[in-house]
C-alpha cells in the first residue's frame, strides 16, 4: 500500500493541476449558501495544494447524506471533474481514483495527534487510524482493479 500511496502523489504531481485553496474540513455545516452568494466557514484546516482533495473530503459527506443515489453521486462528481479536464494532463476520473487513497493518508497525517507517545494506547485514536488504513487499502486494490481491466 505504501508503494501505491507514493505512486499517487508522483502521479497527482505530474498531472500538472495547478495548485488551489483547499477546505480540509470541507463539510456541509462549513458552508454556507444564499442565492447570490456561498461562503466557506472554519478555516483553520486551510491548505494551498492539489484541489481534488477538498472535494474527495466533500463527495464523502455526500455519500453519508444520500446514501446508495449512484446517479446523483455521478453528477456531483462530474460536475467538478468537468473543470479540470480542460487543465489536467490526465483525465480527472484517473485522478479522482488517486485523490481518494491520497486524501486518506492526507487526514490521517493531519488529523492524528502523532507528537503525542502515547496516541498508540488510546482506543479512538487506534480505531480511527485502523478505519483510516482500511479505506485506503480498498482504494489502492481499486486502482490496480481499474489498470487490470
Known sequence: MQD??????????????PDALNHLDLNPGNVIISPSKCIFLDWAEGAV?????SMEYLRQHFLQAFP???????????????????????????????????????FAVSALPWDDPKMGQRQEFAGLLRSLVRRMHRESEQIRASRAA
Do not use: M
Open 68 to 106: 446508495g443515489q449512484q446517479e446523483a453521486e455521478l453528477h456531483f462528481r462530474k460536475s467538478y471533474l468537468n473543470h479540470w479536464n480542460s487543465v489536467a494532463d490526465k483525465t480527472s476520473e484517473d485522478l479522482f481514483r488517486f485523490a481518494r487513497l491520497v486524501a486518506a493518508f492526507a
Open 49 to 53: 495544494g492539489n484541489p481534488f482533495f
Open 4 to 17: 501505491q500511496v507514493v505512486e499517487a502523489l508522483f502521479r497527482l504531481h505530474d498531472a500538472r493541476i
